[in-house]
C-alpha cells in the first residue's frame, strides 16, 4: 500500500519559514518524480514545486523563496519555504508520479496534506 505522508505544517508569521517534508513507502520513491501543491479554500489545487527522480528537472513557482529537493535514501521529499505571505496560506499535498508535470492529473499518489497559515 503506497503513502505519502506530508509533516511539517503549522502557523507562521509573514516572513516566516517553514520547512514541509513528505515521506513515502511502498513503492520505490527513487524511480517517482516528486511534487508539491498546493489548495487555498475556494481555488483550484496549483503546483508550487517539481523534482525529477534523481534531484534534477526542477520546476518551482517561486524560486526565491521555495526550494524543492528529495533524498531517496530515506524515501522522502521536503519543501523550504522561506520569507512567507499570507497568500501561501493553503494546504499542501505531496505527490508523485512517473515523470515530471505541472498537472495534478500526471500523478498517481498524494499525500493528505499539510495545513500552512501564514499570519499577516
Known amino acids: 500500500q503506497v503513502q505519502l505522508v506530508e509533516s511539517g505544517g503549522g502557523l507562521v508569521q509573514a516572513g516566516g519559514s517553514l520547512k514541509l517534508s513528505c515521506a513515502a513507502s511502498g513503492l520505490t520513491f527513487s524511480r517517482y518524480a516528486a511534487a508539491w501543491f498546493r489548495q487555498a479554500p475556494g481555488k483550484e489545487r496549483e503546483i508550487v514545486a517539481v523534482?525529477?527522480?534523481?534531484?534534477?528537472g526542477t520546476y518551482n513557482v517561486d524560486p526565491g523563496r521555495f526550494t524543492i529537493s528529495r533524498d531517496n535514501a530515506k524515501n522522502t521529499v521536503y519543501l523550504q519555504m522561506n520569507s512567507l505571505k499570507p497568500e501561501d496560506t493553503a494546504v499542501y499535498y505531496c505527490?508523485?508520479?512517473?515523470?515530471?508535470?505541472?498537472?495534478?492529473?500526471?500523478?498517481?499518489?498524494w499525500g493528505q496534506g499539510t495545513q500552512v497559515t501564514v499570519a499577516s
Open positions: 523534482i525529477a527522480w534523481n534531484g534534477g
Open positions: 505527490a508523485a508520479g512517473p515523470s515530471i508535470s505541472r498537472s495534478t492529473m500526471a500523478y498517481n499518489f
